[in-house]
């Protein structure tokens, strides 16, 4: 059992930055790959980003790439989102997401393969 609990959503302006905390605890947290997705209002939930359990892989949805950078800290089994130069497009409940069994360097994109979900936190920009 994982369980996640995201921090740091909030009211941002255009141009603005944030960034994003996942605490993860439970005996397999600091060995899963775990990735960010978001759910737009009125959208379906949609990937962000991932990062393989080693943090040496990545892989960003083309929408954030060069603004969004993934990064973990499994000493503190925490996953970080940093966020730049966003825009309101970025509006979004903003999930991290846990593969607990995974292969060493793989990173994971699709929704039905991850294991654990946390509950969300909004992120709102405005123009």
């Known amino acids: 059992q994982v369980q996640l609990v995201e921090s740091g959503g909030g009211l941002v302006q255009t141009g603005g930055s944030l960034r994003l905390s996942c605490a993860a605890s439970?005996?397999?947290?600091?060995?899963?790959?775990m990735g960010w997705f978001r759910q737009p209002p009125g959208k379906e939930r949609e990937f962000v980003v991932a990062?393989?359990?080693?943090?040496?892989?990545?892989y960003y949805a083309d929408s954030v790439k060069g603004r969004f950078t993934i990064s973990r800290d499994n000493a503190k089994n925490t996953l970080y989102l940093q966020m730049n130069s966003m825009e309101p497009e970025d509006t979004a409940v903003y999930y991290c997401a846990a593969v607990v069994y995974p292969d060493y360097r793989r990173i994971y994109y699709q929704e039905r393969e991850y294991d654990y979900w946390g509950q969300g936190t909004q992120v709102t920009v405005s123009s």
């Open positions: 990062i393989s359990r080693g943090g040496g892989n990545t």
């Open positions: 439970g005996r397999t947290s600091s060995s899963s790959a």
